[in-house]
């Protein structure tokens, strides 16, 4: 790679946590050394390279990988909020997004579910998710079927506009009478070892309900195929660097000594294992504690999320 030339990484593995671990490994070793807007004088620059990983079976076990940010109560709620909109009534309002970072109101700019689910343009608000089904369901093999997040007017004078970008899909005859769903999504921007998993197992969440709208509508069976996701920044911050690297001095393990260290058992969960916690994790959050918790949330959104909790409760179902 000549210097100055971005790195362009592909990583292509079965389940969700192996992605995951060779995504980190491959960034790590084959990233391009990069500033970040993000970055305080004292951290080095971030290992940075534009990526495309593929996920043979999105829900394929175990599903969940343990080195992640969040708690797994933390990360239902995330979920909810991806594919519900759990938390679209943080969003700061119309006028004050326009003010830019002349806006005091500290309050969210966005969040995906908005933009996928109630795009604003001018006057009209636009469910492209709904669209995609509709679409998907009529033509399968359309290559029309996407959603996008970014809005020329409101994002650029923004501290923090959306990672996520885009969200395609297509089916596929799957031989037997019915459909195999793919789904792609493409971000600009990615933070690989504290949101990546977390953003996976949300998308992959909404992947499956968009299958399964579209199996409703057409009478066939539609279940979810390969998930691939393009970052075109996929980067390991400086300011982790200390996770990655251990301590050799205080006996602490870098991120592929411990890796080498344990089983890859004792490395993921199964959503089996998972499923209790995302209902309750026991330290104030989940689902069952966030209805509890947010009375403010819109009677709309509190039953999408009730109706979800319902079904978590059943025995086959898989988070």
Same mark, same amino acid.
């Given at each position: 790679?000549?210097p100055g030339?971005?790195?362009?990484l592909?990583v292509?593995e079965?389940?969700?946590? /192996?992605a %995951?671990?060779?995504?980190i490994?491959?960034?790590?070793?084959?990233?391009?050394s990069?500033k970040? *807007?993000y970055?305080?004088?004292?951290?080095?620059?971030s290992?940075?390279?534009? +990526?495309?990983?593929?996920?043979?079976? $999105?829900?394929g076990q175990?599903?969940f990988?343990?080195?992640f940010?969040d708690g797994?109560?933390?990360l239902?709620? =995330?979920?909810m909020?991806?594919? #519900?909109g759990?938390?679209?009534?943080?969003?700061?309002p119309?006028?004050?997004? /326009?003010?830019?970072?002349?806006?005091?109101d500290t309050?969210?700019?966005? !969040?995906?579910h908005?933009?996928l689910?109630? %795009?604003v343009m001018? @006057? !009209?608000?636009?469910?492209?998710?709904? =669209?995609?089904?509709e679409?998907?369901?009529q033509?399968? #093999?359309?290559?029309?079927a996407?959603?996008i997040?970014w809005?020329?007017?409101? @994002?650029?004078?923004?501290?923090d506009?959306?990672c996520?970008?885009?969200?395609?899909?297509r089916?596929?005859?799957?031989?037997?009478?019915?459909? &195999?769903?793919?789904m792609?999504?493409?971000?600009r921007?990615?933070?690989?070892?504290?949101?990546?998993?977390?953003?996976?197992i949300?998308? !992959? !969440?909404?992947?499956?309900?968009?299958?399964?709208?579209?199996?409703?509508?057409?009478?066939? $069976?539609?279940? $979810?195929?390969?998930? +691939?996701? &393009?970052?075109?920044?996929l980067?390991i911050y400086g300011?982790?660097?200390?996770?990655?690297?251990?301590d050799?001095?205080?006996?602490?393990?870098?991120?592929?000594?411990?890796l080498?260290?344990?089983?890859? *058992?004792?490395r993921?969960?199964?959503?089996?294992?998972?499923?209790?916690?995302?209902? @309750?994790d026991? +330290?104030?959050?989940?689902?069952? $504690?966030m209805?509890?918790?947010?009375?403010?949330?819109p009677?709309?959104?509190r039953?999408?999320?009730?109706?979800?909790l319902?079904?978590?409760?059943? @025995?086959?179902?898989?988070?």
């Amino acid at each position: 790679m000549k210097p100055g030339n971005i790195p362009v990484l592909v990583v292509e593995e079965d389940t969700i946590p /192996l992605a %995951y671990e060779k995504a980190i490994a491959e960034v790590w070793h084959k990233g391009i050394s990069i500033k970040t *807007e993000y970055d305080h004088p004292e951290d080095p620059p971030s290992k940075d390279a534009t +990526v495309m990983i593929a996920i043979r079976e $999105p829900f394929g076990q175990p599903r969940f990988h343990r080195s992640f940010a969040d708690g797994l109560g933390g990360l239902a709620e =995330y979920v909810m909020e991806v594919v #519900h909109g759990a938390h679209d009534y943080w969003v700061k309002p119309l006028e004050e997004i /326009l003010k830019g970072t002349e806006s005091k109101d500290t309050r969210w700019t966005y !969040t995906y579910h908005g933009r996928l689910f109630e %795009y604003v343009m001018e @006057d !009209t608000v636009v469910n492209q998710v709904n =669209y995609m089904i509709e679409k998907l369901s009529q033509t399968g #093999h359309t290559r029309r079927a996407q959603a996008i997040t970014w809005n020329p007017k409101l @994002d650029p004078p923004t501290e923090d506009p959306p990672c996520l970008q885009r969200v395609w899909g297509r089916l596929c005859e799957d031989g037997e009478g019915g459909f &195999i769903f793919n789904m792609n999504t493409h971000w600009r921007s990615r933070d690989l070892f504290k949101a990546w998993f977390e953003n996976v197992i949300a998308i !992959t !969440t909404l992947m499956r309900k968009i299958a399964e709208a579209v199996a409703e509508k057409m009478g066939k $069976p539609v279940r $979810p195929g390969r998930y +691939v996701d &393009i970052s075109d920044s996929l980067h390991i911050y400086g300011s982790y660097f200390r996770e990655i690297e251990g301590d050799p001095e205080k006996g602490i393990k870098s991120f592929f000594e411990k890796l080498e260290s344990r089983s890859y *058992e004792e490395r993921t969960w199964n959503s089996d294992f998972v499923k209790p916690f995302f209902i @309750d994790d026991g +330290v104030g959050k989940g689902l069952r $504690p966030m209805l509890e918790r947010e009375k403010d949330m819109p009677e709309t959104v509190r039953k999408s999320i009730e109706e979800e909790l319902r079904k978590m409760e059943e @025995d086959d179902y898989v988070v």
